[in-house]
């Protein structure tokens, strides 16, 4: 992770050194946290953050399943954004709000603790590589499954529940292979370490439907109404492992993946096609900009806006 000047912490903005917090605080020892992944891309209107107020939205969906109070509302998060944005002065960036249950009682429940809430921000490539945008990566189906709405809300972004992810990516590159892909205890297809899924079949497109242990990623949304636009037909359904063999085209989304596509799977090789291709681009130029379309879900920085 690269330093970048400040960091909002609590309603501040403060040396990216001073912000810090005690060893005991709960977030650390139980996972009791939500966070976002967002990001702001270079447009010709200036800097914009892509889907901003639906990342913020988001959060707070999640901090609500697992019973944390955020003190500042959706739109506050969203200044809060734009002010560190401005003080960074980064054109293009990550963006990371997290929320987490901090210094207080120590024991499982967080009940009465103070909510920690902070935003970060610093420039980050592509997630899985140069490479991966264009040739595609490997990927292995992995022994961990997803967890599922009865263990965990899976549609919180929380901190605990990566511990998932984190095992399932950690077994794949231990094994080779630059990903992972989870599937849930019944079986059926849910998502990527940190990404979401899509099939390419006979040229309609498929991704696993929301009840499949999935995170409702925002990409994923935004990728199936551009596809849809495109002209492509999305389902959202139930798959399993052979869809995945058999597929003319897979490709995984997320606000850090973008659009990747899946060179193979468990060492079938499956290809880049033009579909994804299709829509890799299309997606590109709707978060940089370079189509009028969607500018709606373009939230342009204030001080770092230019004109066109
Ligand atoms: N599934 C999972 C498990 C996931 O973590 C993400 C985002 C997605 C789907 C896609 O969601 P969205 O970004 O709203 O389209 N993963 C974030 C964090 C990755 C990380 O390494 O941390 C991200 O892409 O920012």
């Keep these: 992770m690269e330093a970048t000047a400040k960091i909002w912490m609590n309603g501040e903005l403060i040396d990216w050194d001073d912000a810090r917090v005690h060893v005991g605080v709960h977030g650390l020892h139980y996972g009791t946290g939500v966070f976002e992944g967002i990001r702001c ?13 639906e990342h913020m939205q988001r959060l ?4 609500k399943l697992i019973h944390l109070a955020i003190p500042y509302s959706v739109e506050e998060l969203r200044q809060a954004t734009h002010s560190l944005l ?7 960036c990550y963006i990371r709000p997290i929320a987490f249950s901090g210094y207080g009682r120590l024991g499982v ?8 809430t902070v935003i970060m921000a610093w420039p980050w490539g592509t997630y899985l590589g140069d490479e991966a945008l264009k040739n595609g990566i490997r990927a292995k189906i ?25 095992l399932a990516v950690t077994e794949a590159q231990n094994a080779g292979y630059e990903e992972a892909i989870l599937l849930t205890p ?33 990409t994923r949304e935004s990728i199936m109404r551009i596809a849809g636009e495109l002209g492509y037909k999305v389902h959202q359904t139930i798959l399993i492992r052979s869809d995945l063999y058999l597929a003319d085209e897979v490709f995984m989304c997320g606000t850090a993946a973008e659009v990747t596509p899946l060179r193979s799977i468990d060492d079938h090789e499956i290809g880049v096609g033009p579909v994804t291709q299709a829509i890799q681009k299309a997606y590109l130029d709707t978060v940089k900009g370079q189509t009028d379309k969607y500018a709606e879900w373009r939230d342009v920085v204030p001080g770092l806006q230019r004109a066109s």
């Design 142 to 166: 992995s022994s961990w499954q997803r967890i599922s709405a009865n263990i965990v809300p899976h549609v919180a972004k929380a901190s605990g529940i990566y511990l998932n992810s984190m």
């Design 60 to 63: 707070h969906n999640s901090a």
């Design 41 to 53: 891309y270079e447009t010709p209107t200036g800097s914009a953050v892509f889907r901003l107020k």
């Design 186 to 218: 019944e079986g059926t297809v849910a998502d990527g370490s940190g990404e979401n899924l899509f099939v390419v079949k006979n040229g309609e497109i498929y991704t696993p439907d929301l009840s499949t242990g999935i995170l409702p990623g925002i």
């Design 109 to 116: 429940s967080a009940k009465g603790n103070p909510v920690e």
């Design 86 to 92: 401005e003080a960074n002065g980064l054109p293009s």
